[in-house]
């Protein structure tokens, strides 16, 4: 049998590395078929480790009740039934197919279509699913179940069932039910603003200022930024590249300009939703004015360069919300329209580049929309008919299998550099679907864990930051309020402890390349009850990151003097930002880098 380099990773996590060091909170019913797939793997040439698998696993234990489904679809698939039951053999599966025929259509009108949910005596039936994804409105209960799908196909042709895989819901796991898509979305409201805050709650939200000490001196330093930023010329629409092959140079000039343009709309649209202040939304709205005269199809394109293209998008998107009283019903309508034509840009870019998005997840900038659509989705919905069809994919992405890079154990395989924006970016999704439509997607174990990747993968003060792209920008305020978001939610005080010792000695205001200071605001938790830090001296020394095979070993990881190795053998190979560095370690002591990344 021949073995390669991709499956080699997890053949090695798992027989040598899992048994030695169990997690403090090991899954119970551990799926041992990661050894399973890899023997399999050399006897498959057909097999694509770039397709998403099926899950739950066989043998996975689940900690949400229900937990997120997902699956392959076959070519020419119209529709797709989810059968999920205590008994293995589905008996009942023929009786509640014909129940659901009789209630609804088997392939949806859309991708907002509401589902048919029926219950038999042991088993559930959902048909009429838009997409191979699907997390249940309806709880299942403690215990043993299994799983399968069937695709339909036109005229309601049914293929044969898929292999059932069995999974346990946890007995003390928590319920974590996701309405039907309609439902969550007439939840949005119908006033601005919407992203991150609710219009009833926009009085209270301007009064922290004077009623918070530290509200208020976090605004000083914002309004302090934003005053720096009013002056700044208006970005002009980027000329065309010149013929030849790729001008890196202009490439990053065009990159950077467009990051501080997303910089300006966001602290202006900002200053202005948290003061009422006209300075502020007159200057937002020239550079959204200039904005809507950009060519749409030009080179501001999302296919022509996405790196100017997101901005454009997802910042003046919250520019737009954050200033809409301010704006005309023309300015609105100019506003609107353009951002219509690049969200349907990205929109289609998860479906016609390197392969269906929910199917190929592992591309990073198509993962980048993800978060960036929700937001601008929510901002249009009901004023844009695009953005319902926008929504209604993002919600079962963020509510099933995202993200691809990191499973139960909270790693995060395109490593601690990409961790911080992309991070940052999915816990601004989250949030806005939590603020727009009260469903709350950081339940899962990859959530719940991802702080421990950076107190073990990435001490606040290692040398290096193996094992994937890294450098990539001045990003790290991130770190802090990645981790201090994290803290928050989960009431983590070791979070809260890495967080503390992440740079900037305050909350992040501003950030050269990525914007993401005003969400200190909105995340700033110093009032009766915060989390107060507790140092990691008294946590285990080792921790296996098995999702992304990754082990670490510490003396003591509060102990900037102390040893440390990490140790990769991963399942992610070498896509996207990750390196083909399999079975490569790391080793720091007394502060310095020893065994280095090379």
């Known amino acids: 049998m021949k073995l390669n380099k991709w499956y080699i ?3 090695v996590t798992t027989l040598f590395f899992s048994p030695l060091f169990p997690q403090d909170q090991p899954p119970a019913g551990q799926d041992n078929s990661q050894v399973r797939v890899c023997l399999y793997l050399g006897e498959n040439p057909g097999f694509d480790p770039l397709l998403l698998k099926p899950a739950p696993a066989e043998g996975d234990t689940a900690i949400n009740d229900p937990p997120g489904f997902n699956w392959l679809p076959e070519e020419g698939s119209r529709g797709f039934i989810l059968e999920i039951s205590r008994d293995p053999r589905f008996s009942e599966s023929t009786e509640l197919l014909e129940k659901a025929r009789a209630l609804g259509p088997l392939i949806p009108r859309d991708l907002s279509s509401t589902p048919v949910v029926v219950e038999g005596r042991f088993s559930w039936l959902v048909a ?34 898929s292999i059932s895989r069995r999974f346990v819901v946890a007995e003390r796991a928590g319920e ?82 467009a990051r501080k343009m997303g910089q300006v709309l966001d602290f202006l649209g900002f200053c202005y939703l948290v003061s009422g202040e006209r300075k502020w939304a007159d200057r937002a709205r020239e550079w959204l ?36 009283d301010a704006l005309t019903e023309n300015e609105r309508a100019a506003v609107r329209n353009m951002l219509a034509v690049r969200g349907e840009q990205a929109y289609q870019r998860w479906w016609q580049e390197e392969g269906v998005y929910h199917t190929r997840p592992y591309t990073s900038h198509r993962t980048r929309l993800v978060n960036y659509m929700s ?28 993200p691809a ?21 999915m816990l601004q999704s989250a ?71 992440s740079r900037p000695d305050e909350l992040p205001v501003s950030e050269t390349v990525v914007p993401t200071g005003v969400m200190s605001y ?61 079975n490569a370690f790391y080793l720091q002591g007394f502060g310095e880098a020893l065994a280095i990344q090379s």
């Open 9 to 11: 990773g997890p053949l």
């Open 431 to 501: 949030f806005c679907l939590e603020k727009a439509m009260d469903l709350n997607v950081l339940r899962t174990q990859f959530y719940r864990n991802n702080g421990y990747y950076k107190i073990y993968a990435d001490p606040w003060f290692t040398r290096q930051h193996p094992f994937a792209d890294t450098g990539i920008g001045r990003y790290w305020p991130a770190d802090k309020i990645n981790l201090y978001r994290l803290a928050t939610v989960f009431r983590n005080p070791y979070f809260r402890w890495r967080a503390e010792m």
């Open 176 to 257: 974590y039910l996701v309405p039907p898509v309609k439902e969550l979305l007439s939840r949005i409201p119908a006033r601005h603003p919407r992203l991150f805050l609710r219009p009833e709650n926009l009085e209270s939200f301007r009064r922290l200022r004077q009623t918070s000490p530290a509200h208020r001196k976090l605004w000083k330093r914002i309004e302090a930024t934003a005053d720096t930023l009013l002056r700044l010329p208006v970005m002009e629409e980027p000329p065309p590249f010149p013929e030849g092959g790729f001008n890196y140079p202009l490439w990053r000039n065009y990159y950077d300009q």
């Open 289 to 324: 004015m200039a904005l809507t005269r950009w060519d749409t199809q030009g080179t501001s394109n999302m296919a022509y360069n996405d790196e100017v293209a997101m901005p454009v998008l997802l910042n003046g998107a919250r520019a737009y919300d954050w200033i809409y």
């Open 128 to 161: 009429g699913l838009p997409l191979s994804l699907h997390h249940p409105s309806f709880s299942l209960g403690r215990g043993s179940w299994a799983w399968r799908w069937r695709c339909v196909f036109p005229g309601e042709k049914l293929s044969p069932p």
């Open 405 to 425: 890079w990191g499973g139960r154990d909270g790693g995060y395989s395109e490593g601690p550099s990409y961790w911080m924006m992309y991070f940052n970016y």
């Open 522 to 582: 909105f995340w700033l938790d110093e009032g009766v009850g915060h989390v107060d830090p507790k140092s990691p001296s008294d946590l285990p020394k080792c921790r296996v990151f098995r999702d992304i095979g990754l082990v670490a070993f510490h003396q003591d990881p509060a102990d900037p003097q102390e040893t440390f190795f990490l140790l990769k053998s991963s399942p992610y190979g070498a896509w996207s930002h990750t390196y083909a560095d399999q």
């Open 375 to 402: 937001q601008v989705g929510t901002v249009l919905y009901g004023e844009a008919p695009e953005a319902e069809k926008w929504l209604s994919y993002v919600i079962p992405l963020t509510t099933t299998f995202y």
